[in-house]
């Protein structure tokens, strides 16, 4: 997931052409999002703290729709 996002940041024709949906939160508030499927970015703002967890597919309630096995559908190959 990091080499795609990587990717996406250093590639000029996605960063000039990819759609750009903006939100705004008032301040002092604070978000969370979760981004495995989606590429993002952070225009603007003070603070930002990234946390990533490791969960083991088969302790997810649906392990067949986590984003390794969708990235093993997709490779046609285990990635693990």
Known sequence: MMRFHNFLKENPRFQADCPKYPFQFPSGSSWMVYTDTVPHAV???????????LVRPEAMVRPEISPLRILEEIAHAPLV
Request: charged letters at 10%; hydrophobic letters at 45%.
């Open 43 to 53: 225009l603007a703002g003070q603070y930002a703290l990234e946390q990533t967890f």
